[in-house]
């Protein structure tokens, strides 16, 4: 069965620090996608990242990174710099051949000034 | 430039009165799903149209019906609603052959009185 996990249920850091959002997935697909998103306090769902099953290699996006690892099954997230207006809930997604994204139970970010 | 547009962004209803909420896209996607979001959880799938074909999640209860009358329009009816059917329903679309990659509407907040 599919299933994400994110662990950590909230997270609170100080402006300007670092922080990885772990998230763990497993799925017997050979193929598949994973998915970042932010849902800030107005509710919207805002997309990050898709990144496929075949592709491993990291990612960076100005203050956003993103490491794939297969072996592990992880795609963390690190925010480098953090911002106040990166507080929000980031929920981690897996979607296989069947269209439907599951979603991890999300990761609640505070980032305090 | 909205793409995937959900009206209205609140909506009150009574308890027991049917209500309606709707999505329309622009990008003329052949997918579309509807998710319902409680609070402080990850959004679960209620449905998802592939073209015409209508697909129910197991877990949907009866009350939640939808209809797509064309490829731009889809409607999420919530025949007699429960204190439990407050939440947030976001719509989303995505193009089959484009790989997963699903377009979130802003979402429609619906609180039951």
């Known amino acids: 069965a599919q299933k994400v996990t994110q662990a950590q249920t909230e997270i609170s850091v100080v402006e300007k620090e670092d922080v990885t959002l772990d998230c763990v997935y497993e799925?017997?697909?050979?193929?598949?996608?994973l998915f970042w998103y932010k849902q800030p306090p107005s509710g919207e769902l805002v997309f990050l990242i898709r990144?496929?099953?075949?592709?491993?290699q990291n990612e960076i996006s100005g203050r956003y990174s993103w490491n794939f690892q297969k072996s592990t099954s992880s795609f963390n997230f690190t925010i480098t710099a953090s911002q106040v207006v990166d507080s929000a809930v980031y929920f981690c997604a897996l979607e296989d051949s069947s269209y439907k994204l599951i979603f991890g139970s999300g990761t609640r970010l505070l980032v305090r000034p | 430039d909205a793409m995937v547009i959900q009206n209205p962004r609140y909506q009150v209803t009574q308890f027991g009165k049917p209500v309606t909420l709707s999505c329309s896209q622009t990008l003329n996607h052949n997918v579309m799903y509807w998710y319902q979001q409680k609070s402080s959880q990850a959004p679960k799938l209620l449905f998802h149209?592939?073209?015409?074909?209508?697909?129910n999640e197991a877990d949907t209860p009866d009350n939640f019906q939808s209809r797509r009358p064309n490829t731009s329009f889809c409607f999420l009816d919530i025949r007699s609603p429960g204190l439990g059917d407050a939440a947030m329903y976001l719509c989303?679309?995505?193009?089959?052959?484009?790989?997963?990659?699903?377009?979130f509407g802003d979402g429609t907040r619906l609180s039951i009185l």
């Open positions: 149209y592939y073209d015409k074909d209508f697909n």
């Open positions: 989303a679309t995505s193009r089959d052959w484009e790989g997963p990659l699903q377009h």
């Open positions: 799925t017997r697909d050979t193929t598949y996608y």
């Open positions: 990144r496929n099953s075949f592709d491993e």
